[in-house]
T-cell receptor
């Protein structure tokens, strides 16, 4: 059974710092990995999706990497801003059936002004 | 329109009530999903509809009854819920063209449900 782990559970950084969020998964037989952002009490916003054949994806200040063989992904946020404060969730799309998205518990990020 | 909308935003109901959650998308997506998210936990998949047919039911109790009346609309009918069913209910959609393969899922803002 696929398990997704995110470390750290919480992270507090000063504004302007570059930071890395980690995600690991136990079964490398994934179709893709998706990073989401969730603000308190809100839905999920898709940030980046990396297909299993890809190594990384970039969007603005965000860069996500995927090492399928080692079961790891990282989300790099450059020049962090207070508006980046949120919970970041990674999820693997796993298995042969549609919709089988397995989530990690998330990393709660706080960027201090 | 790249938005998934959900109504209502908040819902309080008693254990004997019957209520419904509604989800709508106009992106032409043919796969729609219901997730349940408890406080400080990740979302958990409940149901998947593909081309208006139920394709996955993750052993959800029968007091939750999904319905997909057309390709743009997904409902979740609630009856005789328990207090432990209180959670954020999230709807998502994806293109639905890649059978068995991953697609970007687009999430709505959720309905926060409180069962008294």
């Amino acid at each position: 059974k696929q398990e997704v782990t995110q470390i750290p559970a919480a992270l507090s950084v000063p504004e302007g710092e570059n930071l890395v969020l980690n995600c690991s998964f136990t079964d490398s037989a994934i179709y893709n990995l998706q990073w989401f952002r969730q603000d308190p009490g809100k839905g999920l916003t898709s940030l980046l999706l990396i297909q299993s054949s890809q190594r990384e994806q970039t969007s603005g200040r965000l860069n996500a990497s995927l090492d399928k063989s080692s079961g790891r992904s990282t989300l790099y946020i450059a020049a962090s801003q207070p508006g980046d404060s949120a919970t970041y969730l990674c999820a693997t799309h796993y298995g042969g059936s549609q919709g089988n998205l397995i989530f990690g518990k998330g990393t709660k990020l706080s960027v201090k002004p | 329109d790249t938005e998934v909308t959900q109504t209502p935003k908040h819902l309080v109901m008693g254990m004997t009530n019957k209520k419904s959650l509604k989800c709508e998308q106009h992106m032409g997506h043919r796969a729609m999903y219901w997730y349940k998210q408890k406080a400080k936990k990740p979302p958990e998949l409940m149901f998947v509809y593909s081309y208006e047919k139920l394709s996955i039911n993750e052993s959800v109790p029968s007091r939750f009854s999904p319905e997909c009346p057309n390709s743009s609309l997904l409902n979740l009918h609630l009856h005789a819920l328990q207090p432990e069913d209180s959670a954020l209910y999230l709807c998502a959609s994806s293109q639905g063209h890649l059978a068995g393969a991953g697609e970007t899922q687009y999430f709505g803002p959720g309905t926060r449900l409180l069962v008294l």
